[in-house]
């Protein structure tokens, strides 16, 4: 019989929980229903500010990336700004998670936000390759590197906070609100950027436009920052929690490792069905020629649209059906659907036809995160939770978003589609499997 993950606790560590490590709560007046609904907007809002910031370059920078850039240095580049992200993220949960489970989520927002404001401001006023040369690629990577650490320091302390402060009944409703702004940035990029560049005179959206995407993310970061600083608190959850020494190190080799190696399973399995679903498809279909520029655009923005209905509709019915047995279901419904949509995208010929299979394609596979948010918070304790929280979905994405190095030699052994199909598959059976060996968790109790 499983038992539910949070109604376990955690070892008893003597050594490492002194009573001056416990955080002192009492007289502390609880937060009103207001300010708890404050923390659960602020995770949202932070992870839409979070995908608003991880898109931008990709949006915003490739119309003008020969201008920015110089178009010798136009395929190294996109591959540096995109690998810089990718590895700043991980980095950035293993710093800010033990500073979160320390010291406090709202500060390590705050902290994070600010971070991320800077960074993307400084890309807005990046001189281009006429004045600095090879050192406007330099300099764009750094920015990205350091964004992408504030980036998975950001959602390491605010979506264990929103999770904390959930009503029981809400958290998996709550967790598809969360999960569902990374779609909804993602088609709000698209179409800033497509309005953009429709409206703009000829060459003056690579002249200068493109600045005007990071402008805007920079000021929605530091606007969210400000409003963690004013009316968002700490959890009574972490407040009550006996302070952990070395919270990574419990989670990387102590007693909630086993808890991060299922993790790690699970969302390594949606990040390889996310990279088949969304970039890998859209380069696809980009190169078969079906869709004009503009009707690609328009087509991604109605995918990611309705994904984001479905993903907070998925995340309300984990709280029905069980998070452990809605994944091991999505799973086994996104093995057989989601390489079937594959063959059939790759096979239509008409633009109707094949921005249908487009919307089917994500629906299949990336609406299952709906809800991870509220799945990973409940799989570690308090005292741990934002290094678990942090590690176990950042540390993940690392091989699946380096399909452009594994995917191309995997495509010229079996062939194009037969190798996406294929990830596709393995992408639904790790998703399963981690989720069935995991236990089912408590979702009918608050955090611990």
Known sequence: ???????????????????????????????????????????????????????LPVAALTPAAEHVF????????????????????????????????????????????????????????????????????????ALRFLGGVFVGGEYTAAVPLAMEWSDPRRRGHLSGLVMSMSPWASTTIAALVLLLVSALPDGA???WGWRVPFV???????????????VVPDSDAWLG??????????????????ALAQVLVLMSGLWLLTQMAVPTMTAAVRDGGVLDPQALSFALMVATAASAIVMHACGAASTRTGRRRFFVAFAALAVVAAPATWWALAAAGGAGGVVALMVALQLVTVTAYGPV?????????????????GVGYSLSIV??????????????????????????????????????????????????
Request: proline share 9%; charged share 15%; with cysteine.
């Open 1 to 55: 019989m499983t038992t539910p993950a949070s109604a376990t606790p955690a070892p008893a560590r003597p050594r490492a929980v002194r009573p001056s490590a416990v955080r002192p709560s009492a007289g502390r007046t609880r937060p009103s229903p207001a300010g708890i609904r404050r923390a659960v907007r602020g995770g949202a809002l932070g992870n839409y500010v979070d995908q608003f910031d991880i898109m």
């Open 70 to 141: 110089g178009p010798g240095h136009l395929a190294g580049a996109t591959g540096w700004v995109f690998a810089a992200t990718l590895l700043g993220r991980p980095i950035g949960a293993a710093v800010f998670g033990p500073l979160a489970d320390r010291v406090g989520r709202t500060a390590t927002t705050r902290v994070a936000l600010a971070g991320i404001a800077v960074t993307t401001a400084l890309i807005a006023v990046v001189p281009g390759h006429t004045v600095l040369g090879a050192g406007t690629i330099a300099l764009v990577v």
């Open 205 to 207: 959206y690579a002249a």
């Open 216 to 230: 805007v993310g920079a000021l929605m970061a530091a606007g969210l920052c400000l409003y963690y600083r004013t």
């Open 241 to 258: 929690a006996p302070q952990r020494r070395h919270p990574l190190r419990d989670v990387l080799v102590g007693s909630h490792r086993r």
């Open 373 to 389: 948010g509220a799945y990973l918070a409940e799989r570690f304790p308090a005292g741990v939770r934002a290094s678990g929280y």
């Open 399 to 448: 091989v699946p978003a380096l399909y452009p190095v594994w995917l191309p030699a995997l495509q010229g052994a079996v062939g194009a589609d037969a190798a996406v199909m294929g990830v596709l598959a393995l992408g639904a059976v790790l998703l399963g499997a981690g989720a069935w060996l995991g236990p089912e968790t408590d979702r009918e109790r608050p955090l611990p």
